[in-house]
Each structure stands twice: as structure tokens, then as C-alpha cells.
């Protein structure tokens, strides 16, 4: 497949330093110099030598043609040296016969997970390797070179350029394939940033990769718009050569892995949910296994037809005091990256709970009936409460308290919602119970975290009662405390709030009126999670208060919201990997998968967590002290790398807007269909002979004056 774009037949001149022709006006200053000190001589008649008036005269017109030609060299002299510095371009077809202008070349070389997979001759990133060897060749003296990776995070290794061909190979020879997911479009960003530095009239952009269409449309990408190529005008921007790469995209992955403790079963008890993808053309029976602590503990599998998502579920059971590691496999096919899917189980500990009430009122109420269920036997086994007055969360100590209960509190000062905002940010958990205090019109207005997901319509009120029900998709939080499709309690409810879920989880629903318990997940809550009771624990209210279930739902609220964030022990290849630390003093070592050890960072804001950078390697990373594991975490291939199918040409043009896109065909003569498009040829050498040539002249001149 191949673009070409318009030819040019015209001649043209271009000065690639346009703002040295300024220094043309300096080829005046010897004719002003002349003129300023031209002096006019007074004139005195001698009789006796009239005879020579005639001699006289044709030996001033011969001193007046010298001295005239001598102001002209010099002028030029001065006019061909800014004309020089310009750099003069003649373009067109027939510049100098067809020769070209030095050439400024960004090549951005693919080695995200799918360049492991093999090609027709080693892996697509050793054909990609080869083309961008290949592409060296065409490097001429003075032709600049720079280098970009385009897997996530994108990088620049040669952010100054190169005029040496033994660098760029060098550098490229560097390069190793990685587990990271394909980022196009910020490896583009980064490389028309140098080349809008670059002086050279040709600018060329080559992208070597397999041109995966979630490299230019993925969810963390967008369409390139870099501020340095607003800045180059248009007859300067880069050509994109795309050399794209072909390798078998049938592929069957772990999607995601979901680890979920079971309650209303003996301790230790956890399910292992698994979302396997068939990204292949036919129907498929995948086999899956399950391992825990490097035993496999589980088998099973499941039938996919084309584009299929599947589920496979798992149950096993751990010692719960301690640290353990997992992973879902798949039988090996052409992207082995996404065949394994690593995942943690930390030991279950005593969490501790800050529980706000409303002002005056903190130690009665919702927030009276919630501290004494999450410890209903006063010695802290599982969850550790403490209780303050809203005027007084903001005074809480940052990263203390896994999770935050708002129990009817109604409206925060400004103080205490930045607290919670980044509470929440930071991983932290938040469960809210509305009650009499909450006010529809300032909830709507999404000042707390979850509230602009879970929109208030108005409250409701019911005498004689609903009954408190399952949602009707169920959910592994009820595990245990529903039989058939109603509670193992009879919980009425006589006034609640009517609301739209938006994107979050419905948990417990109002039969014929809405949601009644809702989990707000992920980007619309931030890095934590936000539980929202749309009624109060309040007997006025419900029969929660008075119901044996408020303890074990309370629990398992909080347990999911302050154990259910991914930003603590989990990350993507290319992301930082953070655990908690608090409560920890002194060095805490990590040993990577690859056993290789380093030294953790503290993570920043107080979060009481230390951190890794830039974790490249999937699979488990331990965080050690004194030979003592304190935490263990997950590192796992971005799962958008597992969808290999490439980009149409017409979405990467899209994606690329504003640059002549051409695509090579990689197995044809590369460098006649680069070469051909190339155009112009700088004149800045011939100016400078003609600047020499006429110094030459004008010390000859000097000298015959001279005589």
C-alpha cells in the first residue's frame, strides 16, 4: 500500500535562515561610508599647467571606474556572505539535477509487547530493528538523526539529534522489545518536538511497527496535535513514511482478573473471577488454569466464538494472615505478553475507620449505629472505628484511615471536602449514608467524590414500607446474605432517595422505585472507590438499625471500598507500583521478577506508601525489609496490547493530520521511495566560493589603487 503525494514542477527559492538576510543591508555600508567622506576639494588656477588639464582628466576617470567597481565588490562581498548564512534552497525538479537537501530524519522504532510476535524472518521487532538500520544508510554528511520508542511511556533517546550515522546505530542497536502497551500518537508528539528544532529543509518522520490500531486510537491516546508542528509552516512540515509490519493477530488473552474475598463461608475463602478474550476468527475452547503460590490449585475453561469476552471463575482458600500470589494462564499462542495475568490476596488486618457525624450530633444517630457495627464487640478484630464531628475531618491526619464513613452529615465546609478529594485520589475508600441532612440541590452539584455519577432526583416516603431487595444482576457482596431473590432479612424501608445510578454499581434496589446501595468505581471517583445508602440508618427511616444484617453489610461496604482500589499493589508495565507502608520506618528493598533488587521510593502526599518507578517487567513484585516480606504487587500487560489487529490507513492519516502521509512497502527499494520525494539543493557553498572570489577581486583592486 502506497500514498503518494503531489509533485512540485516549479522552481523555488527558500532561505532555511531566513533571518540572516537582514545582514543584506549591510552591503549599503560601503556606499555610505563613501558618501560621508567624500570631501570636495577647492579649485586653484595655475596658468603653467593648464597643458596638463587634459592628462588629468583621464587619469580621475580611470581612479573614479576603480573605485566605483571596488564599492560594488565590497557591497557584494558583505551581500553574498548574508545570502550564505541565509542558507539559500533552490526547489523543484530539476535543482541541480534532482539532488537534494540535507535531510533531518525522526525515526520512531516500535518496541511495545506485540513486536514479540513473530514475522517471516525472527520477531516483528528484529524486522523493525533491520528497516531502521536500513534507514541509516540514507544519511548523508550533514544530515541530522533522531531516535523516539513508541512504547509507553514514549521516549526520546537521542533528544539532541545526531549528525553521526555510528550514534544513531549505536542507539538503535540499544533498543530491546518490552512488555509495554504501543503508544503512536505520544512517540509522534515527542518526534515532531525535535524536528521543529531541526534547520535541515527536509524533515521526515518514519514510523517502524506492527501499526496497531490501540497505539493510535487506544484509551490513553489522541489525535496528534503537538505545539512545536503548529510552529513549522506547512511547506516544512515532516513527511510520515509508515513501514508497517505483518504478523498473526488470532489471539486469546487474559483480559482481566478480579479477586473477590467470599463471605458467609469459612475464613480464607476468595474468588478468582478471570475475563478471557478471543480476538481470533473462529470459535475457540480456551483452556485456563489458576495458580496460587506457584501450585496450580485450578483448572477450567471456556468456549469463544469470534470477538468473543468470556468468564471463568475460580474458588480457593489461603491462609489469611499472609501475603499471596496468583496468576490465571493460558496455553501458549502468537502473543504469549497476554497469557498471564498476575494478581495479589494481601492478609486480612484490623482496618482502621473514620467515622463522621454531623456536628453536636457525632456520637448518636447513623454514626452511633455504624461505629457499633463495624466493632460490635469492642476489641477491634476486624475494623478499628474512630468517630469525629464533620467541623473536624479536616484536622484528620492524611492516609490514616483506609476508608471514611459520611454518616448523614449533610453539608461539609470547604476544608473538609479537599480532605476527602484527596482521600479518595490517593486510593482512599468513602462510604455515604444520606439521611435527613442531605440536601438534593448541593449533592447534585458534585462537590464530594461519586456525587457527579449518582444524580438525586428527589426523596421519596412510603408508610407502610419497601422491602429492601437484592439487585436484580446480583452481586458477589451479597454472597451468602440472599436467598433467592430477597434478603435473609426483612428489611422495610419507609423513606430513601430516588436516584439515576449514572456508571455506578447497583448493589441493593428499592423494588419499582431505583438503586438503594451503589460502588462507584474508577475514573469517576477517582483512584478509590465511593459507596453511596440512598437511605439512613435511622429506625425512622428503616429497619436497620434493628436488623442483623446492618453488621455484615456494613463490613463488606468497607472492606470493599478501603481493599478494592487498584492504585495500592497493582499496576500496568510502564506504571509506578505502590504499597502501604505506614507505620514502617527505614529502607524497604524491591525484588523484581527477574530477581534483581532495588531500593523503593516514599511515595509522595503522606499516602504512607512506598513506590516503584517505571515498572517494566510483568509479574510479582515483592517489597522486602531485613529478609521480611512486608507486601507483595502485581504488574500486568495493559490489556489493549492484546487487540493486534493494525490501523487502516485511513485512521492513521486521521490521526496524523497535517502531515503527508506516504506508506512504504518494506519488501520493495525503500530508499527509491524515500530519495524520490526528497527535494531541493542548498546554494549556501556557492555563495561562499562567490563571496571568496570576490575578496580575490577586491584585494587586487585594493593593490592597483594602491600604486
Not at 89 to 106: D, E, I, K, N, Q
Not at 118 to 145: H, I, K
Not at 603 to 611: E, F, Y
Request: aromatic share 6%.
Amino acid at each position: 500500500m502506497r500514498h503518494r503525494g503531489a509533485r512540485s514542477h516549479t522552481l523555488s527559492l527558500t532561505f532555511l535562515n531566513a533571518a540572516f538576510l537582514f545582514g543584506a543591508l549591510a552591503s549599503l555600508l560601503p556606499l555610505i561610508i563613501h558618501l560621508l567622506s567624500r570631501r570636495r576639494a577647492e579649485t586653484v588656477e595655475f596658468s603653467s599647467l593648464r597643458f596638463l588639464r587634459e592628462l588629468e582628466r583621464r587619469q580621475i576617470r580611470r581612479v573614479r571606474i576603480r573605485q566605483i567597481l571596488l564599492l560594488v565588490v565590497r557591497s557584494l562581498i558583505i551581500l553574498t556572505v548574508a545570502l550564505a548564512l541565509a542558507r539559500p534552497t533552490l526547489s523543484g525538479p530539476t535543482a541541480f539535477g534532482g539532488g537534494h537537501a540535507r535531510t533531518s530524519v525522526a525515526i520512531i522504532l516500535d518496541q511495545s509487547a506485540s513486536m514479540s510476535r513473530e514475522g517471516s524472518s525472527g520477531t516483528l521487532f528484529d524486522e523493525a530493528v533491520r528497516l531502521a538500520l536500513g534507514a541509516s544508510d540514507l544519511l548523508a554528511e550533514g544530515d541530522q538523526a533522531f531516535l523516539v520508542t513508541a512504547g509507553s511511556p514514549p521516549a526520546s533517546l537521542l533528544s539532541g539529534g545526531t549528525f553521526s550515522r555510528g550514534a544513531l546505530v549505536d542507539a538503535v542497536g540499544e533498543v530491546e522489545v518490552s512488555s509495554a502497551a504501543t503508544d503512536y500518537v505520544g512517540a509522534v508528539d515527542i518526534a515532531l518536538d525535535r524536528l521543529s528544532t531541526a534547520r535541515n529543509l527536509n524533515r521526515e518522520l518514519y514510523v517502524v511497527g506492527d501499526l496497531q490500531r490501540s497505539g493510535w486510537s487506544g484509551p490513553n491516546t489522541r489525535q496528534v496535535e503537538s505545539p512545536a508542528s503548529s510552529a513549522i509552516g506547512p511547506d516544512r512540515r515532516p513527511t510520515a513514511y509508515l513501514f508497517a509490519l505483518e504478523g498473526p493477530v488470532g489471539n486469546q488473552g487474559v483480559r482481566s482478573v478480579a479477586v473477590q474475598r467470599r463471605y458467609g463461608v469459612s475464613g480464607g475463602a476468595y474468588s478468582v473471577a478471570a475475563e478471557i478474550g478471543n480476538d481470533s476468527r473462529r470459535q475457540v475452547d480456551v483452556p485456563v488454569r489458576l495458580y496460587v503460590d506457584g501450585v496450580q490449585v485450578g483448572h477450567s475453561g471456556v468456549d469463544l466464538g469470534p470477538g468473543e469476552r468470556g468468564s471463568v471463575q475460580f474458588s480457593v482458600m489461603v491462609d489469611e494472615t499472609a501475603w499471596h500470589s496468583g496468576r490465571v494462564e493460558l496455553p501458549s499462542d502468537v502473543f504469549v505478553a497476554d497469557d498471564s495475568r498476575y494478581f495479589v490476596i494481601p492478609p486480612v488486618r484490623t482496618t482502621e475507620v473514620l467515622v463522621v457525624g454531623p456536628d453536636g450530633d457525632e456520637r448518636s444517630g447513623d454514626a452511633f449505629y455504624i461505629y457499633r457495627a463495624l466493632d460490635p464487640t469492642g476489641h477491634a478484630e476486624r475494623f478499628r472505628p474512630s468517630i469525629v464531628a464533620a467541623s473536624s475531618l479536616s484536622a484528620q491526619e492524611e492516609g490514616r484511615f483506609p476508608a471514611v464513613v459520611l454518616a448523614d452529615v449533610g453539608r461539609l465546609d470547604e476544608a473538609g471536602v479537599r480532605w476527602l478529594e484527596r482521600h479518595v485520589a490517593a486510593g482512599g475508600g468513602l462510604f455515604v449514608v444520606l439521611g435527613d441532612r442531605t440536601d438534593v440541590r448541593a449533592w447534585n452539584e458534585g462537590e464530594l467524590p461519586g456525587s457527579n455519577v449518582v444524580n438525586l432526583i428527589e426523596p421519596f416516603e412510603r408508610e407502610s414500607g419497601l422491602r429492601l431487595a437484592p439487585s436484580g444482576q446480583g452481586h458477589p457482596m451479597l454472597e451468602g446474605l440472599v436467598v433467592g431473590e430477597r434478603l435473609v432479612d426483612e428489611i422495610d424501608v419507609r423513606r430513601g432517595f430516588v436516584a439515576e445510578r449514572g456508571g455506578a454499581e447497583e448493589v441493593l434496589e428499592f423494588p419499582g422505585v431505583g438503586p438503594a446501595l451503589l460502588i462507584v468505581r474508577g475514573p469517576e471517583s477517582g483512584a478509590g472507590e465511593v459507596a453511596v445508602l440512598l437511605t439512613a440508618v435511622d429506625a425512622r427511616w428503616s429497619d436497620l438499625p434493628r436488623s442483623g444484617f446492618l453488621v455484615p453489610l456494613v463490613h463488606r461496604v468497607v472492606e470493599q471500598i478501603s481493599g478494592g482500589s487498584a492504585s495500592l499493589g497493582e499496576a500496568l508495565v510502564g506504571g509506578d507500583l505502590a504499597v502501604g507502608s505506614r507505620g514502617i520506618a527505614g529502607r524497604i528493598d524491591v525484588v523484581l521478577p527477574d530477581e534483581t533488587v532495588v531500593t523503593a521510593e516514599q511515595a509522595p502526599g503522606g499516602r504512607g506508601a512506598v513506590v516503584f518507578r517505571n515498572a517494566m517487567l510483568p509479574g510479582i513484585y515483592s517489597f522486602v525489609m531485613g529478609g521480611q516480606t512486608l507486601a507483595l504487587g502485581a504488574v500486568n500487560v495493559d490489556p489493549v496490547e492484546s487487540e493486534l489487529a493494525p490501523a487502516g490507513s485511513e485512521e492513521i492519516k486521521q490521526s496524523l493530520a497535517g502531515l503527508d502521509c506516504r506508506f512504504v512497502d518494506a519488501a520493495g527499494d525503500v530508499a527509491g521511495q524515500i530519495l524520490e520525494a526528497r527535494r531541493g539543493r542548498e546554494l549556501w557553498r556557492v555563495f561562499v566560493y562567490a563571496a571568496l572570489a570576490l575578496l580575490a577581486l577586491e584585494m587586487y583592486l585594493s593593490r592597483q589603487r594602491a600604486s
